[in-house]
């Protein structure tokens, strides 16, 4: 069932069930109002009969002044006036005399000839209609004298309730009718607004990341337009960053390839004849064998990473001995670049809980990083600190810098800022991840044209 | 919103079953037609005065017999001062009983003396007059019950207060009515 279907459809089940429960109250309201007001008329009829009666007229034989009596009961009712006998027959009758039938029968005649006011509704035995019948007794010096009976037809007032009953039920039906009308036109505002999304959504699950979703109005509806349009948007992103990667990691692993093939060609044909050739040739193979393995690593790491596949080994390290060792490691190719590299680390540091290799990794990747944005004369410094709740390891460059709109960018994988096509564009991404798993964190500062601070902090 | 939806028709249903089993039923559209408030003319705006001691709503009752206005004056207890004899119906929205009083007038002020209920459909006459020729005046009340005839009852003024003397039936003809109420 649809979305509009259902709206409406509730729509609807509230409207109806209002509408009828209204309609139950009004009709019933009407109808004990019609009843109670005919029957309100003949008992104040029939009593201010009875009460004159007993005033003034109970010295006189009952019998003898029915005829009299009956004209004055009669007179402002126009119900049908009965005056019964004490035995229960029928006296007078203001529709006319059909014989003088005994009228004890009634249960409201009955009642009244027990001195109790009769009120009885039902049905006339002889014509079988719906008839309303008050008996009064009628009070004399003695006790009983007879009774006194207004009685009604209730075909016209059941006939005026039906009526009301029918105008309010046609309203009723009119009202639903109105509301599905309006809950139909009301719904569309909504509907409209999912078939779109679904539209959209569609399109994206069958691969068109271009398409974008209407936004109608600023409600959840818009709300969710906006975050599907942005998914579209990181999707497409994302998907051209590993179109990137798959071409810049080509090119990487060409690079170094070339080089290999081409110095193993050279050699060959040398046949081993220049000795420095010779050495030249498989030192260079050695680094670009290094460089490839190196970038194959980080791809399998990134992928474990990437599943979350890998777990710490912790153990108690010394930081200051740990980052003076990759200091030396370093050195020389500092040197080659003609940058200077210091260590500044306090002997006072406390040893934390890390996996050796991994916490290596990134501080590899963060001086590697540096070096490979720092030109000539610049400097590399690595410092650590005791701070409160651990400790804080920072590399510090005075090179390139990163530009602002990059900065959010770089721990993305595969992003490479500054135009720059070297490296996987993992590198940050998985460092950030490594620290993260230690519960520390990564943070870059940077100035474009001043230079670089990567911060880790890391809890003891 | 089932459950509610039922439960709301359920205390609609008790509603409506206390409103109308009680005794508070709306009046009908007839009893709710009366006259609008006349400005009768009474000497020295008595009217006023008199109605305020009235229930709230109370309407005179004009006689069917002759042009009284359902107030006739007389002195009862021979001080001089003439009492008034009020016939009216109370507030025809709680049921149109009939009622007469006696006003008496004590220091420049009206006060209601006395009371009793009315019968029949209207007032033939009332009037303060000596009917039984004792040499006193009586108070005689005629109520109607149209063709059926007419009841009137004659209070005398005993102890300072009203005392039922005689209530009888009459069939009175347009002209003894005449005789006997004396038009004023
Ligand atoms: N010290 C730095 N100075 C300037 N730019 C940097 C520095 N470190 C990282 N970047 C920028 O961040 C990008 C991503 O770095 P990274 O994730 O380490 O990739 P890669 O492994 O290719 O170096 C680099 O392409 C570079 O633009």
Known sequence: MGIQQRLVGSYLAVIAITVAILEIFLIFSVKSYYYRNVERALVSQAELSASFFHQYFSAEDLEKQTERLLKGF?????????????SGQLLQDSTGMRGSPMMTDYPDVQEARNGDVGIWQGREPSTDESVLAVSYPLQSV???????????????????????????????IIVVAIVTVVGVLLSRTITSSVSELKFAARKMSEGDFSARAKKRYRDELGTL????????TKIQRDEALKNDFISSVSHELRTPLTSIKGWAVTLYSNRGEDRTLLEDGLRIIETETDRLTRMVDELLDFSKWDNGQIELYRVSLDLSD????????????AARLNITLEVDVSDTIPSVQVDENRLKQVMINLIDNALKFTSDNGSVKIFARQVEGGVRIIVEDTGAGIASQDIDHVFQKFYKGNGSTHGSGLGLSISDQIIKQ?????????????????IIHLPV | ???????ARAGFLVAALLYFSGCRMPVTPNELINPPTSELSLPENKWDEIQKLLPKGAQLVPQTLGQGNGIAFGDLDGDGIDEALIVYKENPLHGKTLKAALLKQKSAQWQIVWDTQGFGYGLDYSKIADVNRDGLPEVVLSWSLGNAGTGMDVYVWRNDTLMLQSKEEYRASPDKATVVGGIS
């Open chain 1, 74 to 86: 009669s007179q402002h009712s126009a119900a049908q006036v009965q005056i019964i006998s004490r």
């Open chain 1, 142 to 172: 003695d006790g009983n004298a007879g009774v006194v009976r207004y009685v009604t037809s209730l075909t016209e007032t059941k006939k005026t309730v039906d009526r009301i009953s029918e105008i309010l039920i046609t309203v009723g």
């Open chain 1, 225 to 232: 337009a906006d975050t599907l349009n942005a998914m579209a």
């Open chain 1, 322 to 333: 740990f980052l003076r060792n990759i200091g030396k490691q370093l050195a020389p190719r």
């Open chain 1, 438 to 454: 230690h519960g520390g964190t990564l943070t870059l500062e940077s100035r474009i044209g001043v230079g670089t601070k990567a």
């Open chain 2, 1 to 7: 919103m089932r459950t509610i939806s039922k439960l």
